[in-house]
């Protein structure tokens, strides 16, 4: 399956998988990555193919707002860590990527782009969204 087919899959999976409050997100596309987003691009869910030597999909929210919001963006998160990897996985990583962005994340190795890999990987998202997402919306 080429990148982009597996990519849309992955979208098209993880709306149907997701509450019905949840599925209205916008979707960009580039290469080998798609990001899902709701209100700000800036702010968004990645799946991105990795090749060589990584050869993983990076599966992960990623904060690539100004260095302020992703800066609180991240503290958000890192307090209810424990919390989200109990969801989620030990896997899941918190970090200051860049100087400026933040994501959170979890590299999932892959053999080949196919149908179910492409389930797996939207499962993941789904499950990522539906317990992040309104974190996110919380004033506090």
């Not at 599925?23 to 991105?48: A, D, M, N």
């Not at 990583?93 to 053999?111: D, I, K, S």
């Amino acid at each position: 399956m080429r990148v982009n087919e597996f990519l849309e899959l992955v979208a098209q999976e993880t709306r149907a998988q997701l509450p019905p409050r949840l599925r209205k997100f916008h979707t960009w596309k580039r290469y080998t990555l798609i990001q899902l987003f709701y209100t700000k691009h800036s702010i968004h869910y990645e799946v991105w193919v990795r090749g060589n030597p990584v050869h993983a999909l990076e599966i992960g929210l990623h904060c690539e707002a100004d260095a302020a919001t992703n800066s609180a963006l991240l503290e958000k998160l890192d307090a209810r860590l424990f919390e989200i990897k109990a969801a989620l996985g030990d896997q899941i990583e918190a970090e200051q990527w860049t100087r400026n962005w933040t994501r959170l994340h979890e590299l999932v190795p892959y053999e080949k782009l196919d149908d179910a890999t492409a389930r797996v990987s939207a499962k993941k998202l789904a499950t990522m969204i539906a317990l992040l997402q309104p974190m996110l919306e919380r004033k506090t």
